[in-house]
Antibody, heavy 120, light 106 residues
Framework: EVQLVESGGGLVEPGGSLRLSCAASGFTFSRYWLHWVRQAPGKGPVWVARITDDGSGTTYADSVQGRFTISRDNAKNTLFLQMNSLRAEDTAVYYC?????????????WGQGTLVIVSS | DIQMTQSPSTLSASIGDRVTITCRASQTISSWLAWYQQKPGRAPNLLISEVSTLESGVPSRFSGSGSGTEFTLTISSLQPDDFATYYCQQYNDYQTFGQGTKVEMK
């Protein structure tokens, strides 16, 4: 069974940093691209970042470019999102998700999400 | 950036009703259009990809159609488990989700 389990969310002050993790199991982790998608309360999902299967390629939404870094450890089946210079508008549930076709397509499996609140 | 606009924002319907949700893209996205269902406190669940391809396990009462910039999700006979929020997503140019359509009980 495919499982994605996020962790690392919490309350952080504006300008602060947070590192999210996503532990994967039930599939060959190193064969899949992965995404981070966030969803603010009462809003639709918003794509944040993606990473290729081998970690050599990363792409970011304009809203987080230069502040967030996506990475992965294929030996430990874990995806990361380093978030710096956090703003109030970054407050959301952050989901990791698997790219079904491995080339920037749809997300077929999602984690349960981890809540990030940016507030003083 | 490609914008996705869904209508309506909220839809009130009864069990057995035929339900249609529309999604419009700000520019052509070919067939790179997906639909997700989301229930409160849960992650989105992929229903349909490439406009009309049902994911494994998705009931046949769900169907998708459209091309270019105009797309629809249809539920042929609404069931109790279908009350949820539905999002369209384009993946022609990175990804963009619509703002959602909440299907509620009339």
């Amino acid at each position: 069974e495919v499982q994605l389990v996020e962790s690392g969310g919490g309350l952080v002050e504006p300008g602060g940093s947070l590192r999210l993790s996503c532990a994967a199991s039930g599939f060959t982790f190193s064969r899949y691209w992965l995404h981070w998608v966030r969803q603010a309360p009462g809003k639709g999902p918003v794509w944040v970042a993606r990473i290729t299967d081998d970690g050599s390629g990363t792409t970011y939404a304009d809203s987080v470019q230069g502040r967030f870094t996506i990475s992965r450890d294929n030996a430990k089946n874990t995806l990361f999102l380093q978030m710096n210079s956090l703003r109030a508008e970054d407050t959301a549930v952050y989901y990791c998700a698997r790219d079904r076709d491995g080339a920037g397509s749809v997300e077929d499996y999602w984690g349960q999400g981890t809540l990030v609140i940016v507030s003083s | 950036d490609i914008q996705m606009t869904q209508s309506p924002s909220t839809l009130s319907a009864s069990i057995g009703d035929r339900v249609t949700i529309t999604c419009r893209a700000s520019q052509t996205i070919s067939s790179w259009l997906a639909w997700y269902q989301q229930k409160p406190g849960r992650a989105p669940n992929l229903l349909i990809s490439e406009v009309s391809t049902l994911e494994s396990g998705v009931p046949s009462r769900f169907s998708g159609s459209g091309s270019g910039t105009e797309f629809t999700l249809t539920i042929s006979s609404l069931q109790p488990d279908d009350f949820a929020t539905y999002y369209c997503q384009q993946y022609n140019d990175y990804q963009t989700f619509g703002q959602g359509t909440k299907v509620e009980m009339k």
